[in-house]
């Protein structure tokens, strides 16, 4: 049982760069979302999806973007990295808004990402 | 907007005593979710208990039970018998039919030997 899996798990980026964050899902779920937490900030919703080929902005959306081309997966893209944007970030995904009796949503285990 | 407060941001207490941690929200939703998360050392997201605005009955499992006021959206968990393993971060969050789950701040609690 896979769940929800995310890559990478750690990176060192220096200020300008480019990546993608990768999450997936197999559970067949709808809605998607990638979160970052920041110390004594909890976890703000950056964007999310709500089926394959929409996107929404969240909380903090900026610095951001996003893309669902297939159901099972959820990339978060920074063009132009910053050290503001070091992070842990979580993506979750879940069947519906008000989700599963045990599960609302279901998180990786985040992605560790610092920008120098 | 629903927001979510957390007002303390840091907890301790003494293994096998009881801790009870606050959480108020702010919405104009009639029917809405509630949550507590438990986030380790670990990092990984660990749901501890929900509630559905629209049952009276507060939610316990096992150790951990919330006394949950509609009325002063209020929204605290109580924690018995306190383990070493329950020092983690704990989240309170809310969520609607309308929108994904919005985070308090979170609590970080210690429990001492």
């Known amino acids: 049982n896979a769940g929800v899996t995310q890559t990478p798990k750690f990176r060192v980026l220096k200020t300008g760069q480019s990546m993608t964050l990768l999450c997936a899902q197999d559970?067949?779920?709808?809605?998607m979302y990638w979160y970052r937490q920041d110390p004594g900030m909890g976890l703000r919703l950056i964007h999310y999806s709500v089926g394959e080929g929409t996107t929404a902005k969240g909380e903090v959306p900026d610095g951001y973007n996003v893309s669902r081309l297939k159901k099972q997966n959820f990339l978060l893209g920074l063009e132009s990295a910053a050290p503001s944007q070091t992070s842990v970030y979580f993506c979750?995904?879940?069947?519906?808004?008000?989700?599963?009796?045990?599960?609302?949503?279901?998180f990786g285990d985040g992605t560790r990402l610092s920008i120098l | 907007a629903q927001t979510v407060t957390q007002s303390q941001p840091e907890m301790s207490v003494q293994e096998a005593e009881t801790v009870t941690l606050s959480c108020t929200y702010d919405?104009?939703?009639?029917?809405?979710?509630l949550f507590w998360y438990k986030q380790p050392p670990s990092r990984q997201m660990i749901l501890v208990i929900r509630?559905?605005?629209?049952?009276?009955q507060n939610a316990t499992e096992n150790r951990f039970s919330v006394n949950f006021q509609k009325a002063a959206k209020s929204f605290s968990l109580k924690i018995s018998d306190s383990q070493l393993g329950d020092t983690a971060m704990y989240f309170c969050a809310f969520l609607s039919g309308n929108t994904p789950l919005v985070f308090g701040k979170g609590t970080r609690l210690s429990v001492i030997a």
């Open positions: 979750a995904s879940s069947y519906s808004f008000p989700g599963e009796r045990d599960q609302p949503q279901h």
């Open positions: 559970m067949n779920h709808e809605y």
């Open positions: 919405t104009s939703e009639s029917n809405y979710y």
């Open positions: 509630q559905e605005a629209y049952k009276q």
